[in-house]
């Protein structure tokens, strides 16, 4: 029960293909890690201290650039998703977030770690309302009656 048989599209009834799920269980996923992101570099800041020699502004950059970018980048992304593919932007964005998560271990400087981190912020921003978008598109219908 993994696809349909050839030449049949709907063969599965509305809201149970299973690449429906997938995609919703990716996005959910994604959008847990974005957020999740947010605030677990909290638990690492005396490591990066004593690693980094980091002063308290870089750890405070750390800590709020991530966010302040992820905030900014919010509006701007759920509109080019909805004008381009949603898909796409979605894909552009988890690469950027991999790339800058690799990028934010690898650091040797205090600055390098603020700069993945700012663009980490980015990332995470391009993806949220992508997987918004493609959640509400994927889920079932939803009705509501007016009272």
Known sequence: MSSPPAGRQDAYEPGQDPRRW??????????F???LDISIVNVALPSIQATL????SALQWVLSGYALTFGLTLVPAGRLGDARSRRAVFMTGVALFTLTSAAAGAAQ???WLVVARLVQGVAGGI???????IGFSKSPTISVSAS
């Not at 997938?22 to 959008?31: E, F, I, K, Q, Y």
């Not at 020699?53 to 308290?56: E, G, I, L, R, T």
Request: net charge negative.
């Open 109 to 111: 400087h205090e600055w």
């Open 22 to 31: 997938r995609a919703l269980t990716v996005c959910l996923v994604a959008g």
């Open 127 to 133: 993806m949220m309302p992508q997987v918004s978008g």
């Open 53 to 56: 020699h980091a002063s308290d």
């Open 33 to 35: 890690m974005t957020l």
